[in-house]
């Protein structure tokens, strides 16, 4: 039931842009830029060019339909269900309701557990064609349909109103999930989370009648459907119905034109990308580099640190893949931008006693960046399509994959440093596809109280994800195993999961592990939805009650109803 955090590579773009010169109309941008893209009558919003499709395995295309970008997950549903606009939606969840039917939800293919794609599921319905994106005057917001890949969005905000909203790097990344887990991305540490800027999401519901209604919920405070869009902000995808849009505008927004309505993201960066040689990493070193990251964002992430500028994922490989790598972005309209850069690649690099050099190899979701060994100054957009577009986790659709995550509030204790380097450096492995990356945070995502939104995680300075990737299913039991073992060790003094207290944060939900809910792997007191949403989940219960009632929406970590 997943409404996932990614879409499929490849997937829309053109569609993307047809649909909304299509909601535009056939007139150029005025000088203003108000009322370009903007929705006139329904009936010419969405155009049904297709749908709804039904594929079944007697399809060519079936195939192509019943996994997503995991490769270790493939599903066998009767049907998968192809829709192109939002009035498509409710009738096939209404189908599969009256059919008694397991349904799930595919936004773009990018959920990274089972949660779409299992043996249980009867009909998926995918949303990927669902992709349009224009201004609505009557919500005075912009409308995301679901299945809309991030830079898509970016590219259309962008150039049609010089704004954006501040989602992750993942090119084909869709809307579904991503907001609905609370996205993050390159501008977080400036603007905050992408679902921060949600103002509406509308989702297909179904009652404790079985009949299915669709719901618009607003943040609003006098909204009665207020408690569904709380949701929505960090309570996860496949919860509590499917999402078919969200609207977008900055809490506290005035006016009328897009143009004023979202921030606007820097008009230049820098972009850097340095290596350090894993023969010569040592365990001191190792040690130092881990722990200069840790300190630069524990002490350079409060809501007023000019810092928030800078934005750095560092790269930690096991060592078969020869490199450790680091991938910084600099707001270049800041005073001192450029010296700024400067001063945080001393600060990574101080104690180390090894010299940086350039990013030739793939590291995690990085690939060669070895023209940028010397910072270089590229506008926004550009820097954000290479940053997407040389993803081999997104470009390549033939990874198998297993993901872990944390949240940091402090500096790496010397215990965890040396776990750390303890698996990287393992000899009795080989595992180039295997890597931990840190990633900068803070700043503004934690000016807003935890239980604002249904996202939790608002103390922390920096976040970890284990990302193995992999292409031979002969690899799945040494690469699954290695990520167990390390996980488990790094947490051991916490059950072998990153409790909530003054060092760690609990998990990123839009990183979904099934391993959090087995006691084989989480021995602590702290259940899997506490580690995902913390003192939110009580809440969130109760939203599942009222608006699925029936837990018609489900999958292995999905909101279960109150006792």
């Not at 499929?8 to 005025?30: E, Q, V």
């Not at 010296?339 to 990574?348: F, K, R, T, V």
Request: charged share 20%; with cysteine.
């Amino acid at each position: 039931m997943a409404q996932n955090k990614h879409g499929k590579h490849g997937i829309g773009r053109r569609r993307l842009f047809t649909s909304a010169a299509a909601i535009g109309g056939t007139a150029a941008l005025s000088a203003a830029g108000t009322r370009a893209l903007a929705g006139p009558p329904a009936a010419a919003v969405d155009p049904k060019v297709f749908g709804p499709v039904a594929i079944s395995a007697s399809d060519a295309q079936y195939t192509d339909l019943v996994h997503g970008a995991n490769q270790r997950y493939v599903g066998k549903p009767e049907a998968v269900y192809l829709v192109d606009s939002v009035d498509q939606v409710a009738g096939v969840v209404q189908k599969a309701v009256d059919g008694k039917k397991r349904l799930t939800v595919r936004s773009g293919g990018h959920c990274l557990e089972d949660w779409v794609f299992n043996a249980d599921v009867q009909v998926v319905l995918d949303l990927s064609k669902l992709n349009k994106v224009y201004f609505d005057s009557e919500s005075n917001a912009v409308a995301v349909e679901t299945g809309a890949q991030l830079l898509d969005v970016y590219q259309l905000l962008y150039q049609a109103w010089g704004v954006t909203v501040p989602g992750g790097i993942c090119h084909s990344v869709a809307a579904g999930g991503h907001v609905s887990g609370g996205g993050w991305g390159m501008l977080c540490r400036q603007l905050g989370l992408v679902s921060d800027y949600l103002y509406a999401v509308e989702v297909v519901v179904v009652g404790a009648d079985g009949k299915v209604r669709t719901v618009k919920a607003t943040r609003e405070k006098d909204d009665p459907e207020r408690d569904l869009w709380w949701a929505h902000a960090g309570g996860g995808g496949g919860n509590f119905g499917v999402v078919t849009r969200y609207w977008f505008r900055s809490p506290g927004a005035t006016g009328d034109s897009p143009k004023e309505l979202l921030p606007k993201p820097p008009s230049h960066v820098y972009l850097s990308a340095v290596s350090w040689p894993w023969a010569d990493m040592t365990a001191d070193r190792f040690k130092t580099l881990v722990q200069n990251y840790g300190a630069y964002f524990t002490a350079n992430s409060g809501p007023d640190a000019p810092q928030l500028a800078l934005a750095s994922f560092l790269a930690l490989t096991h060592k078969s893949a020869g490199q450790l790598g680091m991938v910084t972005q600099v707001d270049a309209t800041v005073p001192g931008a450029r010296e700024m850069l400067s001063d945080y690649l001393a600060a990574i690099n101080k104690g180390l006693g090894l010299s940086q050099g350039a990013l030739t190899r793939s590291m995690g979701e990085f690939g060669p960046m070895a023209e940028f060994a010397e910072p270089r100054k590229l506008p926004w957009l550009d820097a954000t399509r290479y940053l997407a577009l040389t993803n081999l986790n997104i470009t390549d659709p033939t990874y198998r994959q297993e993901y872990k995550s944390s949240y940091m509030r402090a500096n790496f204790p010397d215990a965890q440093a040396a776990t750390l380097y303890k698996h990287l450096s393992r000899d009795d492995v080989t595992l180039p596809g295997g890597s931990v990356t840190l990633s900068s945070y803070g700043g503004k995502v934690n000016t807003i109280a935890p239980e604002a939104m249904a996202y939790p995680h608002r103390e922390a300075f920096y976040k970890m994800m284990w990302m193995s990737l992999w292409h031979d299913a002969a690899e799945d039991d040494a690469y699954i195993a290695w990520n167990r073992e390390f996980y488990r060790e790094l947490y051991a003094d916490t059950g072998g999961v990153p409790v909530p207290n003054d060092v760690t944060d609990g998990c990123y939900v839009n990183y979904p592990d099934n391993d959090l809910h087995d006691p084989q792997y989480n021995s602590s007191a702290t259940p899997w939805h506490e580690l995902y949403y913390r003192g939110n989940y009580p809440k969130l219960q109760q939203v599942k009650k009222r608006y699925d009632p029936t837990d018609f929406f489900r999958h292995a970590q999905s909101i279960r109803l109150p006792a």
